[in-house]
């Protein structure tokens, strides 16, 4: 059986190539999901993706599931737990901005404006579809994730600068830099037509 080609990033270990496989690139609209992703994704900053993988189902119960309104409400105690609490990235900073951007993501809702709709316009509703060749033609951030950044920072949100913006437009399949060799390239692709 011929073994499946994929993007060398994601090979190391079961858990990353599954993530690589059934979420990495697909579009995610759905604005709850797109802000679990985000958080993450700040949560990343310093960081790999796979220490943050490795945490995901954590993070996911000790944040209430991303529910925005339950976190905007978050006190002095429950950020003490969070603290100290093993199965997430314990920093300070961090765990303040996701407080501070579920208040901004409910800020955006409450203006009319639903959080997936907001992050699609960067890219007109539509997944931008590169054709790379290999890991060393991918950029860190692009004019799209450079307006998202600067957008997401005037309504409020932190830890969303360009090149956080730039891997959760890939992970979120806002972008498709999978490689054009990976067995998921042309079927990520399939999947965005509208």
């Avoid at 203006?111 to 907001?118: E, I, V």
Wanted: aromatic share 10%; net charge positive.
């Amino acid at each position: 059986m011929k073994s499946l080609i994929r993007c060398p990033w994601c090979e190391g270990f079961d858990l990353y190539r599954q993530y690589h496989d059934t979420e990495w690139g697909v579009p995610l609209h759905d604005s709850r999901q797109l802000f679990e992703l985000l958080i993450l994704e700040g949560a990343q900053a310093g960081l790999s993706w796979s220490t943050v993988l490795k945490k995901r189902e954590t993070y996911r119960e000790a944040f209430d599931n991303f529910d925005p309104k339950k976190i905007a409400n978050y006190d002095d105690k429950k950020v003490a737990e969070l603290l100290v609490n093993p199965g997430i990235i314990r920093n300070r900073l961090k765990v303040a901005a996701t407080i501070g951007n579920a208040k901004a993501y409910l800020a955006l809702e409450r203006s009319g404006q639903p959080f997936n709709q907001f992050l699609w316009a960067f890219v007109k509703n539509k997944p931008i579809q590169n054709n790379h060749l290999s890991l060393s033609e991918l950029p860190s951030n692009s004019p799209e994730s450079d307006a998202m950044s600067r957008a997401l920072l005037k309504a409020g949100f932190k830890f969303v600068g360009t090149t956080i913006c730039y891997a959760f437009m890939q992970a979120s399949g806002m972008i498709n830099d999978h490689l054009v060799s990976c067995h998921r390239h042309a079927a990520v692709k399939r999947k965005t037509k509208i």
